[in-house]
């Protein structure tokens, strides 16, 4: 029996390369400033309303200046995010 011909697979050439545009990343200097200022922010908050019974920071809130410390408390969480 006759003996089939070979094929010969051509090799890999990797594809010409591009020039790839540089991804230019904005200076995030700001994020860990802002983010423990929130913190700060929002536990000031919460030891003020608690140290004065209520009356400060905003007395016509009443129990809802909790929810406004740890609402800034979860803007620094949030703020966290950006930082690299």
């Not at 029996?1 to 697979?9: A, E, F, H, T």
């Not at 545009?21 to 929002?42: D, E, Y």
């Not at 919460?46 to 609402?71: A, R």
């Amino acid at each position: 029996m006759p003996k089939s011909r070979i094929r010969k697979k051509a090799d890999y050439t990797p594809p010409p390369t591009r020039q790839t545009a540089a991804i230019k990343l904005t200076n995030r200097a700001w994020v860990a400033p802002v983010m423990l200022a929130m913190f700060l922010v929002g536990l000031a908050w919460i030891v003020l309303f608690y140290v004065t019974d209520g009356d400060l920071p905003i007395d016509s809130l009443g129990n809802w200046n909790i929810v406004v410390g740890f609402g800034f408390i979860a803007a620094g969480f949030g703020v966290s995010t950006q930082w690299k």
